[in-house]
Nanobody, 120 residues
Framework: QVQVVESGGGLGQTGGSLRLSCEVSGSSNIGAMAWYRQAPGNQRDWVATITSGGASAYADSVKGRFAISRKDFFLTAMNLQMNDLKLEDTAVYYC??????????????WGQGTQVTISS
């Protein structure tokens, strides 16, 4: 059974930094991992992605401020370094793992989310 667990959320200040982590258990056949976030009353928005091949991509709203990185070769763990935090970064942050299944399928697994609250 694949499980995705986020950690590292909490309180931060504008201009400061926080680091989120995500770990996947139950599979090492990870094609990509991604961060999403959802502020109250808003839809869940994509933040960043890292692939097993090492490519990364960012939403315009966080480009240049956030950095996604892998913690191991099999991409079963990753970090999201968040710098120059803004009030609008306040949200619940969710980790998603894309697992390669049989027959070319890609299966998505989500974590429960971790709250990030930024104050001035």
């Amino acid at each position: 059974q694949v499980q995705v667990v986020e950690s590292g959320g909490g309180l931060g200040q504008t201009g400061g930094s926080l680091r989120l982590s995500c770990e996947v258990s139950g599979s090492s056949n990870i094609g990509a991992m991604a961060w999403y976030r959802q502020a109250p009353g808003n839809q869940r928005d994509w933040v960043a992605t890292i692939t097993s091949g090492g490519a990364s991509a960012y939403a315009d709203s966080v480009k240049g401020r956030f950095a996604i990185s892998r913690k191991d070769f099999f991409l079963t763990a990753m970090n999201l370094q968040m710098n120059d935090l803004k009030l609008e970064d306040t949200a619940v942050y969710y980790c998603k793992a894309v697992v390669r299944g049989g027959g070319g399928r890609q299966l998505e697994y989500w974590g429960q989310g971790t709250q990030v609250t930024i104050s001035s």
